[in-house]
Structure formats: structure tokens, C-alpha cells
């Protein structure tokens, strides 16, 4: 195949984002980490610096209007970028909504979505300062631009993770993937099991107090945000910070729900809490001898539940370790957008 | 028709955003600007405060990937946004590039689309931070979010004109909007009249440094980007200001190039100049008493040449009146997506 014929397809989201991201910084003056985070950090300002992110829904893709109430939609938007500031440890201040819509589409539908999307900002005590909206002539599309603010020495990177550091994370791994299946596939299963699972899916609960609560201790090493699956996210963070890491696959944080799931339908868990994606917890390195005081902060599951998943090593790559010993080197596969 | 039947195409942009902007604020500390102005202003951080604005392109509805070359296309898309932040007169620093893409497009294509948003971005010296790389199931959207700064008194809205306040233009008007006419219609025209005014859509350039000039000077007291046309963009003056505006479509800029086209082709230019839209010129409004001294920062024509086009008066409506006295009440008739 030659570099003229190559479809995005080809070389996937990752490989794109490869491709472009040399040559994007014109004056180093403000800008404190571009791209390849949750977020981007600019500043400081008075000892604060800003966190941006963004994240664009695209119908049919992340969505499907048919399977997702419009509210939910809306919150789901805002929820998922209030998670990326979470992962750097800041705090969500204001989101700027983009839409790309049908002109065929109806006012109450999007009535709704706004609906859902100032609901979540009240939730999570954000404005809504601005965005824009456009005719679409091919399927609703949504762009959440997030901004945050974190004191400057707090912020939580990826590529803070060092060899001996322990990796929790802050709740159960699956739970959303698992609802997609059901929706996907239409698979019936007992309520309130399908209703649960779908709602992991559908309205994500990102961890804004556990993220800066972890930030602004001081005892971590590194977080990012689960968005694309425990593998892809955990590969994320161990290729920033030039490290490996060992997983223990007893240890992974898996729901009643998706225990019941699997045995009803005889479905692998491990497959959804390693790829599944779209989980929002955070995954948190903390270096050992910081452990005991960092469970501490989450003594009795406040503000979150902490599980311990396993360790980072010197040599290079993800390897699931059994109870029994054996080894298994992992491939991170988790989403692409271009490949899956 | 009833609400629940109600289409955006039947209430419009605007009338859309109307219905939505209220309840968009859940604190107001941090928050000096939020929707209704070309970017939304936070902080104030250290005397200075961040600007924010995010436009989204979308494929057959801004522009159509036959008709507009790549890199243009990506130049664009960066140069609209800056011209967001010139408007409030500030200094853009980042962008961030949400794209969603379809998967059966060519990665050489892609390319030069970045490559036209990183030569924008070195022209005006913005820094890409981030973004969001998504598939797309039905054509290609492109949206930027841009961050500016600018010394916290010396940002100009929209809302600061008062009766008795000059409107000046800092350019010429009607050729981008000439220049999609002929691209549209495949109207045929010779060169170079045709590449100037072409390039005038494909290529937009808007007035950072005037942009700048005009809010440091403090002798302006409202200013706006001519994205919507003219009379749609006095008009957003005129609403957020509470005020009226009289144009002389005498002194209304019109450049040799539209001159010509109009002759050649029997078209008139004064609909193009007035609603065609895509100008990203500055309309700026400046109390009387400081006309002088703001003309004079404009000498020779550095950076823009200046146009005196009409005046503020207390009586609401845009009113055109000719050389011969006689008087026309306009309707604000700009770009709307749903209803164009």
C-alpha cells in the first residue's frame, strides 16, 4: 500500500495522532504540557495553572440516539470530560458545547440533551460559557471543551510512574462495557441487572473529589483517566513514563453485576475489565512508601473505593500475573476509533 | 405546529441558542464573560484574563472538500478562531483540534489539513495543545476551541456602544462572500479576479494585531468579528448594547475586485457586503470625542486601513441612508444554519 492510497483506517487514531504531533508547539512561553495527557496545562497564573481538555460524540459512533435517552447523552458528554480534569487532579470549572446538528431534527430531542447537560454541570458545579452550533447534514455530533484549574504544584501526570510503584484503581472495571454488549447485541437479561449495566453505560460517574483529593496529597506518582480500557490506559501511562507494569488479574475490581452477567451468558469478565473502556474511574500509581498513608485517605470508601490491581516494573510492557504464578504478556487493545 | 413536532430548521440558530442560554451559569466566581459575546473571559489571573470561543466546522455545510484545498480548508479553520479572540482584543495562544473523521479517508489528505493548521498556527504564533481524534460514519467535522489572554481592563465586548459612537470597519467586505458565489454557482470569471476573490473565502485573514491596537488604546467602546455579515454582526451590537445604528452605504468598503465581478456579472454588490458574511474584518465602535485619536493609531494603514461606516443612534434597527437623504430600515439578515 502506498502512503497515497492509505485510509485513516490503515494506521488507526493512535497512529494518526503519531503522525501530527511533532512541530505543534510555536512558543514554550505558558505552556506547561501539550499534547499527550488527560489534559493540556498552561500557566501559572497566581500559583494556579488551567487544565483543557475536550472530547467530540459523534452519532453512531459513541452513540446511538435510539439507545440512549438525550439526557443521558447530555450528561454523558459533560461527564466524560470532567473525568479528563479529574485525571489530572484539578478542578472542572467551565465546559463550551459545540453541536453539529440535522436540520431535521427535533427542538424537544435537543431540548433534552441540554436538559442532561446542564443537570451534569450542576452536578459537578461547572458553567457553561460559550460553544457553538452548526448544521450537520450527516448525524448529530457533540463537542464538550472542558476547562479546570489546579494549584500549580498538584497536577498528576502520566509520566510520573516509576519501577516499585503500586497501581490502584478507583472502582470497578467492566461494569460499562458490559452494558454496551447488552445494548449492542440486545442480549435480555433479568432486571435490575440490565438496567444497572446500561446505566454504567449510559451515565458514567467520573471521580472529581477522589482526583483531587489524590492530587492534592502528594502521594501519588502518576494518574490517567479509564476511558479507553485498563490495557490501552495503563499502556498510556507506562509509555510516558518509560516503565512496565504487572497486573494481577485476582486483584482486578469486578461488580456483582458483571460476576452475574458473565455466568448467566456465559461471558469472559476479563476481556470487558481489561478493553472494555468507558469504565471513569481513575488509575492512580502510588510509590510504595507511600501506600499506608495514601489507603488512608480513602478510609471506609470515602470518596471512592480503592483497589489495589498491581505494580510497576523496570521492564518494558503489561503482563498479567496468576495466582499460581504463571506469566502472560499482554497486547494493549483497547479502543481505536479507526480499528475496532 | 406544536412544540413537540418543532424542528431546529423551524426556530433557526438563534432562536435556538435563545432557548437554551438561560441556567447555563452554577457560579459566577471566575466568570466575567459567558455566553453572548465572541469568546467567554474568565479569571481575572494575575491582572490578566483567559479567552475562550471554539467554532465547528462542519463537511457540505462550511465547506466541501472538492471545492477547497486541504491546507486551505486547515488555515481556516485556525484563522476563524483567532479572529474570535481578536474581536474581544486579545492575544490567541492555544488551540485544540477536535476532528471526526470518516475511516475511508486518505491519511495524505489529513496531512494537509494539519499541515494548513500548523502554518496557521506558526502565522499567529498559537501553540496546538490537544484535542480529539474521532471516527465519523457520515463526512468530516472539524472543530477548534482557542484559548487567548489579554490584560483584564482592556478587553472590548459587545455591549459597550453608545448613541453618538462612530462604527468603523477594518477592511474591505462582500469578497468572501463574491468568492463563494463563484465557487457555489461555478460562476466563471478571469484571473486573477477570480483566485483573489476565491481566496478571499478559502483563505480568510483576519486583524489580530489590530485586533489588539484597537482594545489596548482603550478609545473604542465596543467591537465585534464580521463572521455572520455585517448587518448580522451590528445587529449582535446593537441587541447586547441596547442601541440603534445608522449605515452610509456610500462609505460601505467594497474592494476593485467585487467592483469588478458586480460589473462583469450584473450582481449587486451591497447584499454581499451587507449579509454574506465571512468578512473576519472588525467592526469597532468608538465614541466621538476619540475618532481623531484613533484614526491617527491607524496611519498609513498600519495594521488595517480603517473605514468609517456609520453611527450608533438611541433609536432601535439598522438604518441605511443614502447620499440623497432617503432612508431604509433593514432586516438583520445574516447567516443562520438552519434557515439559509
Redesign the interface.
Known sequence: MT?????????G?FG??R??KD?????HN??I???GDD??V??P??G?V?L???????????FILDKISPEDLGQKAVAVNISDIAAMGGTA??V?I???????????I??SI?EGI?KA??LY???????????????F?I?V?V?GEAPQNEVLYRSGARPGDVIFVTGYLGDAAAGLKLIKEEINVPEPLASILKKAQNLPAPCPEAGRKIAGSMLASAMIDLSDGLLSDLGHICEASGVGANLYPADLPISDELRSLSRIKDIDPFGLVLSGGEDYKLLVTVPDKNVESFQKLFKGGNPCYLYRVGRVVEEKGIKMISADGSEKMMKAAGFD??RN
Open positions: 502512503g497515497k492510497n492509505l485510509k485513516i483506517e490503515d494506521i487514531e494518526f495522532i503522525s501530527i512541530n505543534c508547539l510555536f512558543s505558558g505552556t504540557k501539550g499534547i489534559c493540556a498552561i500557566g497564573y497566581d494556579r488551567i483543557i481538555s475536550t472530547d467530540l460524540l459523534a452519532e453512531d459512533v459513541h470549572l467551565h463550551f459545540s453541536l453539529a446538528i440535522p436540520g431535521n431534527m427535533a427542538v424537544n435537543l431540548h441540554y446542564k454541570c450542576r458545579r461547572v458553567n457553561i460559557l460559550g460553544g457553538d452550533t452548526s448544521a450537520s447534514p450527516n448525524g455530533i463537542n471543551a476547562i476509533h479507526f
